[in-house]
Nanobody, 125 residues
Framework: QLQLVESGGGLVQPGGSLTLSCAAS????????LGWFRQAPGKEREGVSC????????NYADSVKGRFRISRDDAKNMVYLQMNSLIPEDTAIYYC??????????????????WGQGTQITVSS
């Protein structure tokens, strides 16, 4: 059973940067697509980014394109979200997620089976 734990959240000023980390245990990540999601107060959860199991395919929400970068390190069983040029609208709880995709190495699916507990990001001056 894959377990995910996020870290790296906190308070950051507008224009600042932050990197979220997500550590996996209980299984290896190498055949899993990985995603980052966020949920702001009073809003539905939205997908932020995903990376295929090969690492060669990535997707980003339009709202974060050019500012966020997802990466993975399967040797360390970790996934990261580097966030630059943060704006107040990025304030949310951020969740990492994983789903087994097997031989579909370039797939970034819409549905995920494993979720972390979330970490709060607050962008405010």
């Amino acid at each position: 059973q894959l377990q995910l734990v996020e870290s790296g959240g906190g308070l950051v000023q507008p224009g600042g940067s932050l990197t979220l980390s997500c550590a996996a245990s209980g299984d290896t990540l190498d055949l899993h697509a990985l995603g980052w999601f966020r949920q702001a107060p009073g809003k539905e959860r939205e997908g932020v980014s995903c990376i295929s199991s090969s690492g060669d395919s990535t997707n980003y929400a339009d709202s974060v394109k050019g500012r966020f970068r997802i990466s993975r390190d399967d040797a360390k069983n970790m996934v990261y979200l580097q966030m630059n040029s943060l704006i107040p609208e990025d304030t949310a709880i951020y969740y990492c997620a994983a789903v087994y995709t097997g031989h579909l190495r370039e797939l970034c699916p819409n549905e995920y089976d494993y979720w972390g507990q979330g970490t709060q990001i607050t962008v405010s001056s």
